[in-house]
């Protein structure tokens, strides 16, 4: 009797042993797992931060553009008010002599 109890204890530590040494390798996996996944949302995070960097210096060059094309219409406005003024008064010149 003390026999069986002996060899089923040494079945069980047996099975202990081996949902241990299992569970170890799920474990190492997950861990191998989740690593890769770090380091895939490092990748994306450094990518990220030079999209946005990025995308700052665009919005600066695209401001800037916007501030000349207002300034070039208000030249041209002026430019064309001048000249409309100009032959206004060449025009008033002209015909009051």
Do not use: C, P
């Amino acid at each position: 009797m003390s026999v069986e109890r002996l060899n089923q204890s040494s079945d069980r530590i047996r099975e202990s042993h081996r949902t241990v040494l299992e569970t170890e390798e799920l474990g190492i996996s997950i861990m191998q797992d989740l690593h890769q996944q770090r380091e895939t949302l490092l990748s994306s995070h450094k990518r990220l931060h030079g999209v946005d960097n990025a995308i700052d210096k665009s919005k600066k060059v695209l401001t800037a553009m916007s501030q000349r094309i207002t300034r070039n219409k208000w030249i041209i406005s002026s430019v064309i008010g001048a000249l409309v003024l100009a032959i206004v008064i060449i025009l008033f010149y002209k015909l009051s002599h």
